[in-house]
Structures are given as C-alpha cells and as structure tokens.
C-alpha cells in the first residue's frame, strides 16, 4: 500500500489550528479517510512541525494572558515563581566599539552600587564604548576561567570592599584567593590598563587591604595602572572619596576613549533610581505570608537563599546586677539541611521594631495595608536604569515591606538626600537637603548626619513635606536591610540540629539624645523561643564559612583571646574540643584569655568554662576584669603575665586566635603579641614584626575582629 507525500507549511498548520478544523482545513478528503490521520502521524517531518507549532501557540497565549493580568492596576498576586537560572555560554563579538569591564567585590551592596553608579556615568560620558558591570564571582564559573578572560581585557575598573580582618567580600573570594596567589607567569597582563577603588573603614587595621593587594598584583602582572588606587573610608564620608577618585578618572579616560574631533560632554547629572510599582487590591490577595513559605527547599543555603530556623532557646547571660545584657539564641536547623563547622558565621535577616516601622509609615503618609510589587523593568521588560536596581524584594504589604527589607535607622547617604529634595513640596527643605548632599555642605553633612548619627527616620521628619513614592523610597531612599553576621558559638560534634550565638544588646544614647536600639540584638533580646510557645520566633538564617578553625592536629597548643562576646566561636573550640577527647583524641595545652568588666555581672558562660577545664578540655583559664578592683585589667595585661609560658607555647608551634572588638582589643593585643616576642624572643623591633607576619601568613595567627 503506497501513501502520497503531503507538503504542509507551518503557516498552513496555524492557520489550520486556529479554524479548529486541522485535518479538513489542509486536504479535504482527510475527513473522508480514517487512516490519514494516522499517515500524517507516521511522518517524522510533519508530525515535527505539528508539535512545534502548537507549543508555540500555547507559548503566544500564556504571554498573552500573563500581560494581561499583570498589566491592571488591581490583580491577584500569588507566589513570585522561582526564577530559573539558566547558564549559557558568553558569546563574545566584536561590534567595533571600545570595551569597558567594571568589576565589584561587595558585601553590604555598596561597592555595587558605586560600580553601577560610575558606569552610568561612564556611559553617558562615552556613547562610543561599551560598559559592562560584573559580579567577581559570576566572571568565572572555574578558577581557571580567570587568566583566560582577564587577558582579553583591555580596560578595566574593580570595586573592592575589604572586611573584618582584612578579608575579601563572599563574592570575591574565589577570585581574590587565585590572584593574590598568582605569582608564576610573570607579565601576563600587559594589554590591560585599570583602576581600582577600595571601600574600608581607617578604624580597622587593614585598612583596604583588598584593594591594595588587587591593586598591587595587577601591576606586578604587567597591568598599567590609570590612576591611584581610591582609598575609600566608611568612617568619614565614603561617598565623598569615592566621588574625588572619580573626578581623577575621567580625564584619563578622554584620552584612552574620546575621539580627536569629540565635543565636550554635557555635565552629567546622576538619575535617581525608581522602581516600577505595582498597587494590588487587598481583597484579592492571600494573607498567608508567603515570602519565606519556601525557604528551605534550596539544596544550598546562602545570603540569597536562606533557610527558615525557629528560636528554640533564648535565654539572658547577665545577672540580674548588670545594667547591660547579653543573650544567648540557638536556632533549630534539624531538617533544613543546613550544615556548618566550628568556627563558621551565622548571617542572620531580623526584622525592624515595630514602633521603627510605624514611625516610618507615618512620615511616608501611606496606608500599612497598601499591598504592591516592585519590579527592576518596565511593562516591555526592559531593564530600569540600565539595570542598576537591587533585586526585588516579594510582592507584600507596605507594613512587611518596611519591617524585613528597609534600613531605617542608619544615617542616609547623601543620594538618598538627593532623592528626598527631589520629592520635598517645601522648597527652603528641598534647598536644605541639596545643600547637605553637595561639596560645599560637606562639613554641614558630616557634622549634622554623621557625627549627630541622625537616623533615615530623624533625617526625614525634620523634612516633612518630603515624601517620595514609594519607588523612589525603596530604591534610592531606604537602603535594602542588610543580615547580620554572628560567630557561631557551638560546635556541630555537640550540637548538630543547633547554632548557638551569643550576642550583646546595642541600646546607648546617640549624640542628639535619641536612644538607639541595636535592629537585630533588639530583635534577638525579645524573641519567644519554642521553648515557650510553638508560635515561637523564626528568622532566616544562612551560614558563612571561615578560615577561622583548630589545627588539624590537636595536639598542637592553642592560644584563644577572647572578652565580652569574643568568647563566642571559642566555646564552640572548647565544646569541639571536648567531642574530640571523647572520641579519644590527643589534646595539645591550651589557654584561654577572657574579659568583662565584673566577675559578678558580666562573666559569661563561667560554669561552662570551669567545667571545661575540670575535663581536661582547657589547660587555663584566665579572666580579666576591668571593674572589678582597684585598677582596670584588660586580656592584654593577663597575657603579659603569662608572657613565659605564652612564648614557650609559640615556640612549640602553637596557634593564636583572636576574637572581638577591632577597633581596640585586638590592636591592642596585637601590640602584646609584638612585645612578647621582642621582650622573650630577644629579638628588635623588626625582627619581631617579621615574626608575627610569619604567624599569620601561615595560618598560626588568626583573627575574627569586628
């Protein structure tokens, strides 16, 4: 039996299927022939091009109805579907234009911002080059990936922020590690020209340590440096370096990227950010909160993908004699599948006090009920502000919305000054805000916002009239709320399904009188812990690794300093320590220096100390107390006692751990490490200063500084 050849063109099949009548409408005697539904099955070519059109068609009608429904004012909003992330490979080519690569190391948002803020400048600058902004750590999915791509740069800015003790951000740590380690090929970067910007604090001891290391490996690979590295300090007014070290650039730049015959640019004047929003009818919306409902249904917890963990305990570490206080939390991780190791962080997302965010609602003048949904395009799906929003937080009530993703009690930047004159109906307020945001009010600013620590929320009730949409508020007004980080204080051997933290409540009296509570140790002291009640407190938690670990052999001597809550990873150590003894390991000596102010007020987890010791588990104690006598006595005068001893245990290969304020204690026993090794090694200055570098080069001197 023959069968004839049917040629079908796609156009026939649509038009065909949207007649209803497939069969009849291509060949009218399929409608007289059982069997030729089953020859046009038969054929491979056909049968393809059948199941292709239909899938498009169905594709056409669910865009259609998406837009529909999404483009009215008043909509029914359920769950935001999880993005997919699909990596494709980079198609590189070449469009004749010139190219510029804008790197950004951040941990907070800020060094992003600061490298999406310099490439819109950039952009309007030089219309004729192309500017790309890149997360460090999505430049390259293997290590290996780096030298391969960086030598096809030609032109290229990093933003670096350096934190804690003098570490890169999480984003850039992969790259950071293999570049700083990167010593073997010599001039490889010759085709590149740079520039680098460091984001620090001057309190802290490595100072921008990051960026100068980047800064100076780049020239060391035969990179040619544009301008000087920018020393961006958090401490002062980091807006205003970063604003000087680019006014340095774009004058380098005319000459790498301005035609001869190019006109002189229009002064540039930086847009301020808005989201698009979006305004939901209540009625229509479910009130189940939904924006963590599935936290825990990722493989891998981090910063973007927490995981939900209830308080199961809380519980006050001060004696009823204290005038401060200090609370130790475990959260419930059994089944969530997050995991962690001695010593590790624990990034905690808390949430504004109530009476934080009724303020807030106040001086906005809108309803705590509106519910909206901000979105980082436009109705065409275009990027918003060549894509320089922060991602969207879920669709939610203004009340959630300014209780888990706004930061409204740090000073405002001078941007977010901008953006209120913007909105400001008064115009002597409007004035008044451009003023303290410009270089002529800079000493206006740092005195009135910075040193009186204004809050976002005191800033803007002394400019009532401003009140910007709410777009314009959560983009470029109230930075997004940022997690806190805490050292982990237990020891997963011990505590597998819990992660300790044991944290200080901030409550001190700012400059100007206001009485400022810490937004997560607040939120930490007046949680309901399971334990109480099942309607207990929840947050969303991930965990951050750190190389702030025990030897791997442990009969190796430990040194740990540690006052106040510099105790916390070290319990973990001890609680470590323990699990191993038990499991019939060789424990080396260790000594443990701990601080507080009184013996009676203030002198944390002492029953768990003692018996540690009592087990074996921790060769000596020894506790520093500040008010507690005569004269003040800090870690640092214990250790000087004990200078002997701590010298014979360096000798023997011993490691120092330091945990705790970086701005004092730890410069401060840093110091006593230094003269330790002079005053017992019989060595000068700078032979001592080498030795202590040696000890932290290797690995034997570490710190978890705040």
């Given at each position: 039996m023959q069968s004839s050849s049917l040629k079908v063109s796609p156009l026939d099949l649509m038009s065909a299927i949207l007649k209803g009548n497939f069969f009849g409408e291509l060949n009218p005697s399929f409608e007289e022939s059982p069997a030729a539904a089953t020859i046009i099955m038969g054929s491979g070519d056909v049968f393809m091009v059948l199941t292709t059109s239909i899938a498009v068609l169905i594709g056409c009608l669910i865009l259609f109805v998406w837009r529909r429904s999404s483009?009215?004012?008043?909509s029914k909003v359920s769950e935001a579907p999880k993005t997919l992330m699909v990596k494709v490979p980079e198609v590189e080519f070449d469009d004749g234009k010139k190219k510029v690569t804008i790197f950004f190391g951040t941990q907070t948002g800020t060094a992003e911002g600061f490298a999406k803020a310099f490439a819109e400048e950039a952009k309007a600058?030089?219309?004729?080059?192309?500017?790309?902004?890149?997360d460090l750590d999505d430049y390259a999915a293997e290590v290996d990936e780096y030298e391969e791509k960086l030598k096809k740069e030609t032109v290229a800015f990093f933003f670096l922020a350096t934190y804690g003790d003098g570490e890169p951000t999480d984003n850039a740590a992969r790259f950071y590690k293999w570049f700083s380690e990167e010593n073997e090929r010599g001039e490889w970067l010759q085709k590149l020209q740079y520039g680098v910007f460091g984001l620090g604090n001057r309190q802290y001891e490595h100072f921008n340590k990051v960026a100068m290391v980047v800064d100076e490996n780049l020239a060391a690979k035969g990179a040619k440096r544009i301008v000087p590295v920018g020393m961006g300090d958090d401490d002062k007014c980091i807006e205003d370096d970063f604003t000087a070290w680019r006014e340095l650039v774009w004058p380098?730049?005319?000459?790498?990227?301005?035609?001869?015959?190019?006109?002189?640019?229009?002064?540039?004047?930086?847009a301020i950010l808005e989201y698009r929003v979006v305004f939901h009818d209540p009625a229509e919306v479910s009130l189940q909160d939904k924006s963590w409902a599935n936290a825990n249904g990722h493989v891998v917890h981090d910063a973007q993908h927490p995981c939900r963990a209830n308080v199961a305990v809380r519980r006050e570490l001060h004696t009823p004699a204290s005038d401060r206080s200090c609370i130790h939390l475990e959260f419930d991780i059994s089944g969530t599948g997050l995991k962690y190791d001695t010593g590790d962080h624990v990034g905690v997302y808390c949430e504004n006090l109530k009476e934080t965010v009724e303020e807030a609602e106040r001086l906005l003048g809108l309803s705590p009920d509106m519910y909206f949904s901000i979105h980082s395009d436009s109705e065409d799906c275009l990027p918003i502000s060549g894509g320089s929003l922060t991602h969207p937080f879920p669709p939610c009530t203004l009340r959630t919305a300014l209780t888990r993703y706004a930061d409204l009690l740090n000073s405002p930047k001078k941007s977010a000054l901008l953006a209120l004159a913007a909105h400001a109906s008064e115009p002597r307020e409007a004035d008044r805000l451009r003023h303290l945001a410009s270089p002529a009010g800079k000493d206006d600013y740092a005195q009135w916002v910075i040193a009186s620590q204004r809050s976002l929320l005191e800033v803007m009730a002394e400019f009532p009239s401003a009140k910007p949409p709410l777009g314009v508020f959560f983009a470029s007004v109230a930075p997004r709320l940022q997690p806190r980080y805490y050292s982990i204080s237990?020891?997963?051997?011990?505590?597998?399904?819990?992660?300790?933290?044991t944290c200080a409540l901030v409550y001190e009296?700012?400059?100007i009188g206001r009485i400022h509570k810490g937004v997560c140790s607040t939120w930490m002291k007046n949680a309901v812990p399971l334990?109480?009640?099942?309607?207990?407190?929840?947050a969303p938690i991930f965990v951050r690794q750190s190389n702030f670990k025990l030897p791997a052999d442990t009969s190796v001597p430990i040194i740990m300093i540690g006052p106040g809550t510099g105790l916390a990873p070290f319990r973990g150590f001890l609680q470590e320590r323990f699990a191993l003894k038990e499991a019939g390991a060789e424990l080396g000596p260790s000594v443990f220096f701990f601080g507080c102010r009184n013996c009676k007020m203030d002198y944390i987890y002492e029953d768990e100390l003692k018996n540690f010791v009592e087990a074996g588990v921790l060769s000596e104690l020894i506790a520093a107390f500040s008010r507690d006598g005569p004269t003040k006595e800090y870690v640092q005068h214990k250790m000087m006692q004990k200078a002997s001893d701590l010298w014979n245990m360096l000798s023997q290969g011993g490691y120092i751990y330091v945990c705790g304020d970086a701005k004092g204690m730890a410069r401060d026993v840093h110091?006593?490490?230094h003269t330790i090794a002079q005053e017992q090694g019989s060595l000068n200055s700078s032979q001592a200063e080498s030795m202590v570098k040696n000890l932290q080069v290797t690995g034997r001197y570490l710190r978890d500084v705040w």
């Open positions: 483009g009215q004012k008043s600058r030089y219309e004729k080059t192309t500017f790309r902004v890149v380098e730049l005319d000459k790498l990227l301005c035609d001869e015959d190019a006109t002189v640019s229009t002064p540039y004047k930086a237990s020891s997963p051997r011990m505590a597998p399904t819990r992660i300790h933290v009296t700012t400059p334990e109480e009640s099942l309607d207990c407190t929840w110091r006593t490490i």
